[in-house]
């Protein structure tokens, strides 16, 4: 991805089916992780957005792998570092862990049952976190 990204030469961008860019970098990370978590966990199937199983397919999963390889890809275009790759284990609707990485700042987020950390530079720190979903509304 970061070999893209720090190219020289223009990226190769084409369009998706819903009109959003996809870019090589957006290919390889899907790759990359893809392999990975079959490696890791061959029995939790995976969705990501570069391959969408249907809805037939996968509306009856309990557990799986939510992943967004390459999110920003409009920023990641721009080459202006706010970009991000974004894994999350889903659980019955609900993430129970996840990864946001930021790879040009090589800041690392993630959170398990309840708690969530901040890795930079090698330093992993335990962070605060609170419900960010916007309150509910009721006309």
Known sequence: MMQVYDGAKPMDVVSKADDSPVTAADIAA???????????????????????????????????????????????????????????????????LGVVYAPVMKVMYSAAEGKAWKE????????QVRDARPPLVVI
């Open 30 to 96: 899907h790759a990359v992780i893809l392999k990975g978590l079959q490696a890791l966990t061959p029995d939790i199937p995976v969705l990501s957005e570069e391959a969408p199983q249907s809805w037939d397919e996968r509306q009856h999963w309990q557990r799986y792998w939510l992943v967004d390889p390459l999110d920003g890809t409009k920023e990641f275009i721009k080459r202006n570092g706010e970009f991000t790759v974004n894994i999350a284990l889903i659980e019955k609707g609900k993430a129970v």
């Open 120 to 127: 930079e530079c090698g330093v992993r720190k335990q962070i």
